[in-house]
């Protein structure tokens, strides 16, 4: 299969470069178009793909437009994945197929070049559809995350955190859409408990605020941006989503690889991957009450923790590794070729 992976930016830039090599350390010819972005373009290049990179700017742009079609001409591309709204609408017509892929609830308007359509969770699909858009061009092609059950933990002793301290770990942007501030209330609850957020954004003043107004210095930190994601979920007793609005994020499957207790809030993302008492536990959004009182039931409860984290990790293995993304990926594109 020849394909072009087209992404202009973005959070999805991880899973781009995961599904970019994925698919062709499996034999597929990819062609990774890129706006500028350092970061991904070595990490590409390391991985033997060294990836075009165009600037995607306004509706006068035509130098990416040329620059894409040249790409898709020259390579013979069967397939041209564009990976956000802003990728598509750059798409050029031609004996190519081309699919946007969706991994949020937003609506499609960019997407008037792609033929088919693509959503990264069974929510996103069923979001489309209900858009108007028919089913028989709807794909799923869900997100490949990395595998950290073989991580070793961050030390408690680096993390500040005692070392029979039970811990919950949130993971993210500081976003207001994230809910880090109901997670930070729910620990004010729980005095036992530590709490690490890790992660940057326009949030951090605010939550640093209301963690020195709740007298939460000792036991709750922001730890910045960090790229040991496994080692951090190794050393956490619970992740927690605490999201106000969001798709899957890929936090939660990260917990899942990890074999990491789940507890996440309602949202529509994690609703449609998150098996309530099964493999995680689910609470109302906002609300820091329930949130302690989960937390606080897995903590108290060996069973019910060595469960969730369990069959979290069966359902990585099963349907959310990158073997199994892999298979779920080429049987939905192979079905777009000739």
Same mark, same amino acid.
Request: aromatic share 6%; hydrophobic share 45%.
């Given at each position: 299969?020849r394909i072009a992976q087209i992404i202009a ?35 590409? %290049? ?30 013979? =591309? ?14 050029? %017509? ?18 008037? !070049? &792609?033929?088919?359509? #693509? ?5 996103i699909v069923s979001h489309i559809v209900q ?11 869900? @997100? &490949? ?18 070392? @029979?301290?039970? /811990?919950? /770990? ?24 530590? &709490? ?23 036991? *709750?930190?922001? /730890? ?11 050393? =956490? @007793? ?19 690889? +990890?074999?990491?207790?789940?507890? +996440? ?5 994690? !609703? ?12 109302p959004v906002d609300d820091a009450e329930a949130?302690?009182? =989960? ?16 069959? #979290?990790?069966?359902?990585? *293995? ?21």
């Open positions: 299969m930016g973005g959070g999805a830039s991880g899973v781009y470069e995961r599904m970019a090599l994925l698919l062709a350390h499996n034999g597929h010819q990819v062609f990774p178009i890129i706006s500028p972005d350092p970061g991904l373009e070595l990490r590409l %290049r390391t991985g033997a793909l060294p990836p075009m990179m165009l600037e995607f700017g306004g509706m006068l742009d035509f130098a990416t437009l040329k620059g894409i079609r040249e790409v898709l001409q020259a390579r013979k =591309a069967q397939i041209a994945l564009a990976w956000s709204g802003r990728a598509a609408s750059f798409l050029p %017509r031609g004996p190519w197929v081309n699919v946007g892929r969706l991994d949020g609830y937003y609506g499609r308007n960019e997407f008037g !070049h &792609c033929a088919y359509l #693509a959503g990264s969770t069974p929510g858009s108007g858009f028919s089913p028989a061009k709807v794909l799923y092609l869900p @997100d &490949c995350v990395e595998d950290y059950i073989r991580d070793d933990p961050v030390g408690r002793a680096a993390l500040g955190v005692p070392e @029979d301290a039970p /811990l919950l /770990l949130g993971l993210g942007g500081l976003e207001r859409s994230r809910g880090f501030d109901t997670l930070i209330r729910a620990a004010a609850r729980l005095p036992e408990v530590y &709490c690490l957020i890790a992660g940057e954004g326009p949030e951090r003043a605010a939550l640093g605020r209301l963690i020195a107004q709740l007298g939460l210095e000792k036991r *709750v930190r922001l /730890l910045g941006a960090r790229r040991d994601t496994g080692a951090l979920l190794k050393a =956490a @007793d619970v992740f927690v989503c605490s999201a106000r609005q969001r798709p899957l994020g890929t936090a939660v499957l990260e917990a899942f690889s +990890a074999q990491t207790p789940v507890l +996440a809030t309602d949202v529509e993302g994690a !609703h449609g991957v998150v098996r309530d008492g099964e493999d995680g536990l689910l609470v949130l302690a009182a =989960a937390a606080l039931r897995i903590f108290s409860d060996t069973r019910l923790r060595v469960k969730l984290a369990l069959v #979290a990790r069966q359902r990585f *293995v099963g349907e959310f590794s990158p073997q199994a993304v892999l298979g779920v990926w080429l049987e939905n594109l192979q079905k777009l070729l000739p």
